[in-house]
């Protein structure tokens, strides 16, 4: 009789266990599936469970707590991004106009009769107030570019036309380096989709990026398809900097000039117009390949 008595104990002890297992396990995809959803709306919804299992609820409970924090940090970050978005555009807004006046009052000094040394003064501080220019230039760009109103408007367009023109315009700035580019490009339009006053923007901040990194050359390859390479040697360049290329405000020695927004400007222009960019190392080789939307 006791033998009969223990195997029904641990049937029913094996079934006990089974419908806590199952309870769990739905439990769990109950969880799974309410935190994806929780995630990707980024709601302050709270996970909830309908079973009764001290276990799953004590692990939702503390899923809420933690999900509790990601929002308080979430909306911390994006606080402080949209705070830092607005301070680059007031500050480049706020030194256009006295960097103006500046440019403009060395122009007329730049006119009146004056000594060698005072000659040669200003003109120091005439490309000191140029290069602040230019800087301030590309903050202001970056934060337009930045702004969810700019987002722009595309249209098909020749990038053969305007890396042409690109290039045309970018040669007094190669040639004073001492660089002459090598060029190959197709022999017919490049029909893509895109916006031209923004990829305009992508073509001449490679270009001058090229200036400021290039060992002294500069290979540039559009392809039939509307990939476009600029390659050119790179010798301040590490893997390190390499993978930090694309981020704001990050530059190289040998570009302290530079604000670095300019690579970080363009990887936003070539995802709002549905492109991609990618940059690669080899041998002191870099190579910026940018994929922009053919139209068949």
């Excluded at 380096?177 to 073509?203: F, H, W």
Aim: charged share 25%.
């Amino acid at each position: 009789m006791l033998p009969w008595l223990l195997c029904v104990a641990a049937f029913l002890l094996l079934i006990a266990v089974c419908i806590k297992l199952w309870s769990l396990r739905r439990a769990l995809d109950e969880l799974a599936g309410q935190l994806s959803g929780v995630l990707a709306e980024d709601t302050n919804v709270l996970l909830s469970l309908r079973c009764r299992d001290r276990c799953a609820r004590k692990l939702a409970a503390r899923l809420n707590r933690e999900l509790a924090e990601l929002r308080r940090m979430r909306w911390k970050y994006q606080s402080g991004d949209r705070e830092l978005k607005e301070a680059v555009t007031n500050i480049s807004h706020d030194l256009r106009t006295p960097l103006t006046a500046i440019c403009g009052y060395l122009e007329l000094l730049g006119r009146e009769d004056k000594s060698p040394a005072v000659s040669r003064f200003l003109d120091c501080i005439g490309e000191r107030a140029e290069a602040m220019r230019r800087l301030t230039e590309e903050l202001f760009c970056y934060s337009v570019v930045l702004s969810p109103q700019s987002a722009p408007e595309l249209a098909p367009g020749d990038l053969r036309q305007l890396l042409e023109s690109a290039l045309a315009g970018a040669y007094p700035q190669l040639s004073a380096r001492g660089i002459e580019p090598d060029v190959e490009l197709p022999e017919g339009p490049v029909r893509c989709l895109l916006n031209e006053a923004a990829a305009a923007r992508v073509l001449s901040n490679l270009l001058s990026n090229a200036v400021r990194y290039s060992g002294g050359d500069l290979k540039v390859r559009l392809s039939d398809d509307a990939v476009l390479t600029f390659e050119n040697s790179a010798p301040s360049l590490d893997e390190v900097s390499l993978g930090r290329l694309f981020d704001r405000f990050y530059t190289v020695k040998a570009a302290r000039s530079s604000t670095g927004l300019g690579l970080a400007i363009v990887r936003t222009l070539m995802e709002q117009m549905g492109g991609s960019i990618e940059a690669g190392l080899t041998a002191g080789q870099l190579r910026l390949s940018l994929r922009f939307v053919k139209l068949t």
